[in-house]
């Protein structure tokens, strides 16, 4: 058990370190829509799941929503815990589309850092020419080694309402 003076030693340490961000200190952070405890913890926080809500801040009317497991305990709370790597990823159109400009295939739409040091989780767009399909990837890696954990989502691109559908193929960096 930790002591007050402990925990706000961790605290403190974690906030100098920039592991613990207030998710108002970052504009672009995702929205949290819900989370769901999966591990009870009597004296800690509990181990959960977050859903969140991410804007393609490329591609107006494109959403994405991701899920992502949350270290539960005293070092998951401080930030030290590294997070797991495993996430999932579904993505819509919610609006017409248009694109704010060009991109390359397997652009960064998002990161996230998901350790103290060394893991980082990343959304990557890209774009399937022939069916007019944006594709995207969220996978999470490390510097030393690597994570095949990954999930892929994509968005066929429809006309929406009067608007007709654009060409994801006419805003890729060749």
């Known amino acids: 058990m930790f002591s007050k003076h402990c925990v706000n030693a961790l605290v403190g340490l974690a906030l100098a370190l920039g592991a613990v961000t207030p998710a108002a200190a970052q504009e672009d952070d995702p929205e949290l829509i819900f989370k769901k405890s999966t591990v009870f913890r009597l004296l800690s926080p509990n181990a959960?799941?977050?859903?969140?809500?991410?804007?393609?801040?490329?591609?107006?009317g494109v959403a994405?929503?991701?899920?992502?497991?949350?270290?539960?305990?005293?070092?998951?709370?401080?930030g030290f815990a590294e997070e797991r790597s495993e996430v999932s990823l579904a993505c819509r159109q919610v609006g017409p589309v248009s694109f704010k400009?060009?991109?390359?295939?397997?652009?960064?739409?998002?990161?996230?850092?998901?350790?103290?040091?060394?893991?980082?989780?990343?959304?990557?767009?890209?774009?399937?020419?022939?069916?007019?399909?944006?594709?995207?990837?969220v996978y999470s890696d490390r510097i030393i080694e690597g994570s095949p954990q990954n999930s892929t989502s994509t968005v066929p691109i429809m006309p929406w309402g009067n608007n007709p559908a654009p060409r994801c193929e006419q805003f890729l960096e060749k």
């Open 48 to 60: 959960q799941l977050a859903v969140y809500a991410l804007d393609d801040p490329l591609v107006d």
């Open 64 to 78: 994405c929503h991701f899920t992502v497991p949350e270290i539960g305990g005293w070092k998951g709370w401080a």
């Open 101 to 137: 400009g060009k991109f390359e295939q397997g652009d960064e739409m998002y990161r996230q850092r998901r350790s103290l040091f060394f893991k980082k989780l990343q959304i990557v767009r890209g774009c399937d020419p022939e069916r007019n399909v944006l594709v995207y990837l």
